[in-house]
């Protein structure tokens, strides 16, 4: 209770101007005290005024009151500084640099705490008080504090604009609707500002509706990805395990066919050394014989030789001759093996490779399919214009920057960093990007035709570099229609020839996201020339390459 009681006399003693206690108190005509030098320089700021007001009740004194100091209030001040308390705020009342300062405050400021739209003033929390306390006080606006309650403020009449001329669509004050606004469609501030709220509320609906779809569109996306990656997780853990399963099928079938052929060595090597054997005794037997036959023809007597000769045992059965065979016993083996071999691979390399992992495409969004009929192309007619800031200066632009046209005089164009300064080239103002449709009427006057383009804005403008030229580079797609007959379509200095006559009008048909882009010719029908099937990576813009005087070409109103 204590402490609370001094926080009382703190604030009862306090100068509401400097918000320190008083220095040589002085009491103004309405009842309220001040510091001398704080009333005397907040008053010294309006001199130019003849009535001087107070800060906190606005009540106002004509002539200048004369200020006396008053001494017992300033005695009082003195014995409350013996307390030891001061009335300085902390640091962090203070306004920085960044913070609406109090208007009232003299000195170092405090960081206001509202503003008032009908003072134009911002006030700390102190002198905030008469808003609060004073009836009359108590109706102004109060608002968060602002830097910029001074364009509220009439630069004619230095009154409140607090009117809105629809007419001219401007805030406005009381005596403008008098005057210069005279007659106008005017309402008052916050009548327009409540339509405008309302038309807010509905933007914003709009908005939020918009913000759930795709917020729901997200969430779809999110599960396909989940989706797609479990899928994907699955076929990649099935896969290992089929190839597990596989090589160890043929692991196994490695070692049957080891296994058989190792079973076979044995056999044909056993049959191989039992023969090798047979004939080996055979030329034992052979060779004992011929010892025989030469020992008995060595003999001298003839009687001998004839009583032994008849007793010589006769030869055995000789063994069949041997027909020695290329070594191949085991060849079949390697050839089976080899077309198992070349039978899985032609399975791997072509009708696993092409069947199956190519006919698995993730499909997250399905693209749209090109419309089929013109009617069906103009649902996505897009108004597009020239951009008369890129535009070559021998090129005339006309019918509303639709139509270009190469003129043998220079156009007074200023200088600009996009335009084109060699190439009779011109780009559109609208970039390009979802689903796009366009005709093109050209004419060939001159002899020379055009080239019907789309190109990104970063392609080069200065010079005679085939870097600026649309068809050229990588940074545009060009269909040249020099004659009927002899069209052809160009990319990256690459061109395909257009086959099948072209037609004074050409339509093109654009979808970005699936990176389709297809040159037509119009007629009673419409013929394909040409179609690109790539990946836009930038907002695509229309271009006209006029190659002769008096050729032209015009983008051509659709709705």
Known sequence: MAQKGLELDRETFSCSICLDLLKDPVAIPCGHSYCMNCINSFWDEGDEKETHSCPQCRQSFTPRPVLLKNTMLAVLVEELKKTGLQAAPADHCYAGAGDVACDICTGRKLKAHKSCLICLVSYCEKHLQPHYNVAQLKKHKLVEPSKKLQENVCSHHDEVMKMFCRTDQQLICYLCSMDKHKGHDTVSAAAERAERQRELEGSRQNIQQRIQDREKDVKLLQQQAEAINLSADKAVEDSEKIFTELIRLLEKRSSDVKQQVRS??????????????????????????????????????????????????????????????????????????????????????????????????????????????????????????????????????????????????????????????????????ESLTGRCYWEVEWSERGGGGVSVAVACKNIRRAGWSKECLFGQNYKSWALSCCNKYSSSFWYNKVHAPVSGPVSSRVGVYLDHSAGILSFYSVSDTMTLLHRVQTTFTQPLYVGFWILNSKDSAELCKLK
């Open 264 to 429: 076979r060595q044995k056999s044909e090597e056993s049959r191989v050394r039992e023969l090798q054997e047979k004939l080996e005794q055979e030329i034992t037997e052979l060779k004992r014989r011929d010892a025989e036959l030469k020992k008995l023809s060595h003999t001298e007597d003839h009687n001998q030789f004839l009583h032994n000769y008849p007793s010589l045992s006769p030869l055995s059965q000789s063994a069949s001759s041997i027909h020695i065979r290329p070594l191949s016993c085991f060849e079949d083996v390697t050839a089976a093996v080899s077309e198992v071999r070349e039978k899985l691979q032609d399975v791997l390399r072509e009708k696993w490779t092409n069947d199956s992992l190519t006919g698995t495409k993730v499909d997250v969004l399905m693209p749209e399919p090109e419309p089929k009929t013109r009617a069906g192309f103009l649902k996505y007619s897009r108004d597009i214009t020239l951009d008369p800031n890129t535009a070559n200066t021998q090129l005339l632009l006309s019918e509303g920057n639709r139509k270009a046209t190469l003129m043998g005089d220079y156009q007074p164009y200023p200088n600009h960093p996009d335009r084109f300064t060699k190439r009779s080239q011109v780009l559109s103002r």
